[in-house]
């Protein structure tokens, strides 16, 4: 995974709140076996829409989208995440997103930044008056800037080193394996095992 | 201390715990299905890794699968490329599998819960969300991403931050003609599509422990409409006896037993938050929005945005009426309806097809509709038959398909046409879920066989 410290791009604002993953990718679109392609997904009943914010040009550069309160509920589909990355995008700015949207996106590399209603609207207005506003998602000060306002944020300590350092989770798990050969030895007997198939 | 179940749970599986550090967590079964795994399986192949625990996994073939014809080779090509990908897979790295055609290919959530899998205690994942189903049998059992996929494949655990806990307390008991999805669609309505976000909800009180086995699933089976990654209910005498004959229980019963007796959550034990509904103030309850929190009784209205003080629910609601094409204020009784489809992880067993046969038996379902009853799994659909379940529903005018995720979500055949409108009794009513432009009206199986043969949304005391 590639490693991120800051990014500075512009935006494009959603003015949506409950943008469930169906909507950011339908699933008629998840049959892939691959992580590339999805960005044709992306949105794709709303992408039909002349009027829809992602087909104006004035935003055709954007790499962080600031959406509406819950963000990425529903289906588990970490093809949105693929979708949204595809697509060229680094981050998302909501106030609330879905518990396992969030641990996708953190997973594979999009970061999400939870910022307060209050600041997710005047970052809309900023946006939408300017949409070559430049704005900087830090994640090494923990913060959010544009136009010389300055927005902190919360992270994890764990989360963010790892972001930062760009490390998978399954590799960090498995220097560990010692403590799951320990634990696995000592699981109930009566614990049920798939296999041999009993009909 | 003093511990919640789900609390109890997670520290029996905690195989390491570091200051500052997630919980290593240990996974008892890993659910499989052929669309959120193939790039967990490359991530394998990749890395040269293999499945820790083939023993400890299973595999189905669901969302993607069409319902008719299941004896022919899959049409849609993209389609049939994931379903070898994940024969080959399964193939591969040793992993059981339920394949197209079998008796126990079906939906993932009711194939784990049939073959005795899934058992109170367990750690339970699957990339899927409704994962949550499994928590019915007091497990803690949560829908994952295809990284978390592949983590698992790998590892059989899981690096998870401590949910904080939720009780929701169902008191009293449900009239007659309510039933637990009409709990869970008033339950949603009440604490929001994010109010359950970063809790583990057990359900409890009266009205719960009243509920059978297949009712629990479809309560817990719903959490995560609310945002609540999992959703569990204690064990007790009602999950013991609905494991006690299936292919994989317990040899050794009573040693598994003495540990399911453990497992509720302590007198003295504090939720991070308790929220209080009475079951007997509960009716049928239908959705008229496009978000599983948009719902309302039957015998209600299509409420007016206007009337909405928060401006984010206001401005929501108004763009789910222009979506579903209501006007405010209409009886939600007057909304007709094109198709109705009874099936799906929520709606899609044994005791839901009973339910709505009941209602259906010896009359006709409107013409001005039509209607799929696609059974949960393969043993599901063979169940109903030797009851003769499907003759009921074949002499109604309905169709009697072949089990698979179908119509819940828009990726098989199975789909609605631009502004086709459903009364479904699956889980999710979001724009398009149904396929493009559809529109979605979540309901009971009850309601769903009420409304297939008055032709509006409808509950069986209407007719």
């Given at each position: 995974?590639?490693?991120?410290?800051?990014?500075?791009?512009?935006?494009?604002?959603?003015?949506?709140?409950?943008?469930?993953?169906?909507?950011?990718?339908?699933?008629?679109?998840?049959?892939?076996?691959?992580?590339?392609?999805?960005?044709?997904?992306?949105?794709?009943?709303?992408?039909?829409?002349?009027?829809?914010?992602?087909?104006?040009?004035?935003?055709?550069?954007?790499?962080?989208?600031?959406?509406?309160?819950?963000?990425?509920?529903?289906?588990?589909?970490?093809?949105?995440?693929?979708?949204?990355?595809?697509?060229?995008?680094?981050?998302?700015?909501?106030?609330?997103?879905?518990?396992?949207?969030?641990?996708?996106?953190?997973?594979?590399?999009?970061?999400?930044?939870?910022?307060?209603?209050?600041?997710?609207?005047?970052?809309?207005?900023?946006?939408?008056?300017?949409?070559?506003?430049?704005?900087?998602?830090?994640?090494?000060?923990?913060?959010?800037?544009?136009?010389?306002?300055?927005?902190?944020?919360?992270?994890?300590?764990?989360?963010?080193?790892?972001?930062?350092?760009?490390?998978?989770?399954?590799?960090?798990?498995?220097?560990?394996?010692?403590?799951?050969?320990?634990?696995?030895?000592?699981?109930?007997?009566?614990?049920?095992?798939?296999?041999?198939?009993?009909? | 201390?003093?511990?919640?179940?789900?609390?109890?749970?997670?520290?029996?599986?905690?195989?390491?715990?570091?200051?500052?550090?997630?919980?290593?967590?240990?996974?008892?079964?890993?659910?499989?299905?052929?669309?959120?795994?193939?790039?967990?399986?490359?991530?394998?192949?990749?890395?040269?890794?293999?499945?820790?625990?083939?023993?400890?996994?299973?595999?189905?073939?669901?969302?993607?699968?069409?319902?008719?014809?299941?004896?022919?080779?899959?049409?849609?090509?993209?389609?049939?490329?994931?379903?070898?990908?994940?024969?080959?897979?399964?193939?591969?790295?040793?992993?059981?599998?339920?394949?197209?055609?079998?008796?126990?290919?079906?939906?993932?959530?009711?194939?784990?819960?049939?073959?005795?899998?899934?058992?109170?205690?367990?750690?339970?994942?699957?990339?899927?969300?409704?994962t949550s189903t499994h928590g019915a049998f007091g497990a803690l059992a949560f829908g994952i991403g295809t990284s978390e996929v592949e983590h698992v494949l790998a590892t059989?655990?899981?690096?998870?931050?401590?949910?904080?806990?939720?009780?929701?307390?169902?008191?009293?008991?449900?009239?007659?003609?309510?039933?637990?999805?009409?709990?869970?669609?008033?339950?949603?309505?009440?604490?929001?599509?994010?109010?359950?976000?970063?809790?583990?909800?057990?359900?409890?009180?009266?009205?719960?422990?009243?509920?059978?086995?297949?009712?629990?699933?479809?309560?817990?089976?719903?959490?995560?409409?609310?945002?609540?990654?999992?959703?569990?209910?204690?064990?007790?005498?009602?999950?013991?006896?609905?494991?006690?004959?299936?292919?994989?229980?317990?040899?050794?019963?009573?040693?598994?037993?003495?540990?399911?007796?453990?497992?509720?959550?302590?007198?003295?034990?504090?939720?991070?938050?308790?929220?209080?509904?009475?079951?007997?103030?509960?009716?049928?309850?239908?959705?008229?929005?496009?978000?599983?929190?948009?719902?309302?009784?039957?015998?209600?209205?299509?409420?007016?945005?206007?009337?909405?003080?928060?401006?984010?629910?206001?401005?929501?609601?108004?763009?789910?009426?222009?979506?579903?094409?209501?006007?405010?204020?209409?009886?939600?009784?007057?909304?007709?309806?094109?198709?109705?489809?009874?099936?799906?992880?929520?709606?899609?067993?044994?005791?839901?097809?009973?339910?709505?046969?009941?209602?259906?038996?010896?009359?006709?379902?409107?013409?001005?509709?039509?209607?799929?009853?696609?059974?949960?799994?393969?043993?599901?659909?063979?169940?109903?038959?030797?009851?003769?379940?499907?003759?009921?529903?074949?002499?109604?005018?309905?169709?009697?398909?072949?089990?698979?995720?179908?119509?819940?979500?828009?990726?098989?055949?199975?789909?609605?046409?631009?502004?086709?409108?459903?009364?479904?009794?699956?889980?999710?009513?979001?724009?398009?879920?149904?396929?493009?432009?559809?529109?979605?009206?979540?309901?009971?199986?009850?309601?769903?066989?009420?409304?297939?043969?008055?032709?509006?949304?409808?509950?069986?005391?209407?007719?």
């Open positions: 995974m590639e490693k991120f410290i800051k990014h500075i791009g512009s935006a494009v604002p959603l003015r949506r709140s409950n943008v469930d993953t169906d909507q950011i990718i339908p699933a008629v679109y998840l049959k892939r076996v691959t992580r590339s392609g999805f960005e044709d997904g992306l949105f794709a009943a709303w992408r039909s829409d002349p009027e829809f914010v992602l087909n104006n040009s004035a935003y055709s550069d954007a790499t962080i989208l600031v959406a509406g309160v819950d963000f990425g509920t529903g289906s588990s589909r970490e093809h949105a995440v693929w979708a949204l990355q595809n697509y060229g995008f680094k981050v998302v700015i909501s106030s609330r997103f879905a518990d396992i949207f969030r641990g996708n996106s953190l997973k594979g590399g999009l970061i999400t930044v939870i910022l307060d209603q209050s600041e997710v609207e005047a970052m809309w207005l900023a946006i939408e008056a300017d949409p070559t506003t430049q704005i900087s998602v830090d994640l090494e000060r923990r913060s959010v800037s544009y136009n010389g306002t300055d927005l902190e944020f919360t992270i994890d300590d764990y989360t963010r080193w790892r972001l930062m350092e760009g490390l998978d989770d399954i590799g960090l798990t498995i220097k560990n394996s010692d403590s799951i050969d320990i634990f696995e030895k000592s699981r109930p007997h009566y614990k049920p095992l798939t296999l041999p198939i009993r009909a | 201390m003093a511990k919640t179940l789900a609390e109890k749970i997670w520290d029996e599986h905690i195989v390491r715990a570091a200051a500052g550090e997630p919980d290593l967590l240990y996974i008892d079964l890993h659910l499989i299905h052929e669309v959120t795994s193939p790039q967990a399986f490359d991530g394998l192949r990749l890395a040269g890794r293999a499945v820790r625990r083939p023993d400890l996994t299973i595999a189905t073939e669901d969302h993607n699968v069409p319902t008719q014809n299941i004896d022919r080779p899959i049409a849609d090509p993209v389609s049939r490329l994931q379903v070898d990908t994940l024969r080959a897979n399964c193939a591969e790295f040793g992993v059981r599998l339920h394949s197209l055609g079998d008796k126990d290919q079906g939906v993932v959530h009711v194939v784990g819960p049939q073959l005795g899998l899934t058992q109170p205690g367990m750690t339970i994942v699957c990339g899927d969300s409704h059989q655990t899981l690096p998870l931050v401590r949910p904080k806990t939720m009780a929701i307390n169902v008191e009293g008991a449900l009239k007659l003609g309510v039933t637990s999805k009409d709990i869970i669609l008033a339950i949603i309505a009440k604490i929001g599509t994010g109010g359950g976000q970063g809790y583990v909800i057990e359900y409890r009180g009266e009205a719960i422990r009243a509920l059978s086995m297949e009712s629990r699933m479809t309560v817990c089976n719903m959490s995560i409409e609310a945002g609540a990654r999992a959703g569990l209910i204690a064990p007790d005498q009602t999950t013991f006896d609905y494991i006690q004959d299936k292919p994989h229980a317990p040899y050794d019963f009573d040693a598994a037993l003495a540990y399911w007796e453990t497992l509720f959550t302590d007198e003295d034990a504090k939720f991070d938050v308790e929220v209080t509904i009475n079951a007997d103030e509960l009716e049928p309850f239908v959705t008229w929005g496009t978000n599983p929190a948009q719902g309302a009784p039957l015998n209600s209205h299509v409420p007016n945005p206007a009337d909405l003080e928060d401006d984010e629910a206001r401005g929501a609601a108004e763009r789910a009426l222009i979506y579903m094409g209501l006007e405010a204020g209409m009886p939600l009784k007057n909304i007709a309806i094109d198709t109705v489809f009874l099936g799906s992880c929520t709606n899609g067993r044994i005791e839901d097809l009973r339910a709505a046969a009941q209602v259906i038996k010896g009359k006709k379902i409107a013409s001005t509709l039509r209607m799929l009853v696609v059974p949960g799994s393969a043993r599901v659909r063979l169940e109903a038959e030797a009851e003769g379940l499907d003759k009921v529903f074949i002499e109604a005018g309905a169709e009697w398909r072949n089990a698979g995720c179908s119509m819940c979500l828009g990726m098989n055949p199975d789909q609605l046409a631009i502004g086709e409108r459903a009364a479904s009794t699956s889980n999710r009513n979001f724009e398009g879920r149904q396929g493009k432009g559809g529109r979605t009206h979540l309901v009971s199986p009850l309601v769903a066989a009420a409304t297939a043969l008055r032709g509006t949304l409808s509950s069986p005391a209407d007719l």
